[in-house]
Structures are given as structure tokens and as C-alpha cells.
């Protein structure tokens, strides 16, 4: 049974920074991400990445203050947001695919999804 643990979100001030973790079980995979959904909003990429890292996607949004990694060993994707804003403000959800696929950046591509993690970010 697969399952993603989410942690590290919180409450923040503009400008600040956060580390989200999820943590897989259940298998291994191909891609892994983080999605959000704001109040009142879709679900929306933030960011994505294939199994070695060699493939990564980023909303334009977060480009250059948010940065995704992961340890395979650890099955465990990070997101590392800086110079957060107000309209990051979010339910951060974790999402993992087990095969290969040429578009890791849509929602659609996600087989297994965490519960979620809310990131709210005061002004």
C-alpha cells in the first residue's frame, strides 16, 4: 500500500522560508512532486522531478525561490521555498507516479497523492 507522509508546513511571514518533506512508502517512483490549491482555486503545479533529478519542472511562479529535490535512498521528495508570499498561501499536496511518463508536470500524470499540508503565508 503506497503512502505519502507530508510535513514541514506552517505558518510564515512574507519573505520567509520552508521546507516541505513527503516521505513515500509502498514502492519506488518515477516522478515525484508537490501540487497546491489555494482557496477558491484549481489544483496547480509547483514542481516536479523524474527519478535522478534529471528532469525537473517548475511553476513560473515559484521559479528561482522555490527548488525541489529528493533522496531516492530515503524515498523522500523536498520542496525548499524562500522569499515566500502572501499569494503562496496553500494546501501543499505530495503526489508520486511509479512509471515513466513524458508529462511529470500535469496533475493528471499522479497515481498516489499525500493528504496534504497547509503553507500560510502572512503579509
Known amino acids: 500500500q503506497v503512502q505519502l507522509a507530508e510535513s514541514g508546513g506552517g505558518l510564515v511571514q512574507a519573505g520567509g522560508s520552508l521546507r516541505l518533506s513527503c516521505a513515500a512508502s509502498?514502492?519506488?517512483?518515477?516522478?515525484m512532486g508537490w501540487f497546491r490549491q489555494a482557496p477558491g482555486k484549481e489544483r496547480e503545479l509547483v514542481a516536479t522531478?523524474?527519478?535522478?533529478?534529471?528532469?525537473?519542472y517548475y511553476a513560473d511562479s515559484v521559479k528561482g525561490r522555490f527548488s525541489i529535490s529528493r533522496d531516492n535512498g530515503k524515498n523522500t521528495v523536498y520542496l525548499q521555498m524562500n522569499g515566500l508570499k502572501p499569494e503562496d498561501t496553500a494546501v501543499y499536496y505530495c503526489?508520486?507516479?511509479?512509471?515513466?511518463?513524458?508529462?511529470?508536470?500535469?496533475?493528471?500524470?499522479?497515481?498516489?497523492w499525500g493528504q496534504g499540508t497547509q503553507v500560510t503565508v502572512s503579509s
Open positions: 509502498g514502492g519506488s517512483f518515477y516522478a
Open positions: 522531478i523524474s527519478r535522478f533529478s534529471a528532469r525537473l
Open positions: 503526489a508520486a507516479r511509479r512509471d515513466y511518463a513524458d508529462s511529470i508536470f500535469r496533475e493528471l500524470a499522479y497515481d498516489y
